[in-house]
């Protein structure tokens, strides 16, 4: 038992986190705009009213490094982005129980004339706790920002 204690008392406080998404194709993007593309400019159309005052900057830099992983060829695409829904855990609270964070929008990218060559529902949820989980939800803007880019990664790009 004195072995026990001490084993569930850590493992709650190195807690981590973990991860979902439900996204779905509104347009695929063809293979060839897959391969070829790059984006070159990231727009949020929309900021949610529970954000900071740099989570544009915050949004449009996570998700356009995360993107330059997977979309790096010579076709420029524009990312243009609305949020329906975001929510940032409470770093305090995961501290002790989980918390989840979410971040839900439709990505829609274009090609230099304007034309839609790919959009997609994207969703993806984070829960986290203990100590991990509360350093994760102090930061919860980037890291949601990142998942965003990295679903859509998965999405158009196949995680190129």
């Given at each position: ?5 001490p ?8 807690a981590g ?8 194709a509104i347009q695929?993007?063809?293979s060839?705009?897959?391969?070829r593309?790059r984006?070159?400019?990231v727009?949020l ?8 005052p740099?989570?544009v ?5 996570s998700?356009?490094q995360?993107?330059?992983?997977c979309?790096?060829g010579d076709?420029?695409l ?10 940032s ?6 501290f002790?129980a989980p918390?989840q964070s979410?971040?839900?929008?439709v990505?829609r ?12 529902n994207i ?5 986290v706790?203990?100590v991990?989980?509360?350093?994760a ?11 965003f ?5 998965k999405?158009?790009f196949?995680?190129?």
């Open positions: 038992m004195k072995v026990i204690v084993a569930l008392v850590g493992a709650f406080l190195l986190c973990v991860s979902s998404h439900g996204t779905n695929n993007i063809s060839e705009a897959a391969s593309g984006v070159t400019r727009m159309l929309n900021t949610p009213d529970n954000v900071s740099g989570f900057s915050e949004f449009q830099t998700v356009m995360r993107l330059s992983q979309a790096d076709l420029p524009t990312l243009s982005v609305t949020l329906n829904g975001y929510q855990a409470n770093a305090a609270l995961a002790l918390a979410q971040i839900s929008g990505a990218l274009t090609d230099a004339s304007g034309t839609v060559v790919g959009e997609y969703r993806r949820s984070l829960t706790g203990g991990a989980g509360a350093i939800a102090s930061n919860a803007e980037h890291h949601m920002s990142n998942a880019g990295e679903e859509l990664c999405q158009a196949k995680g190129r």
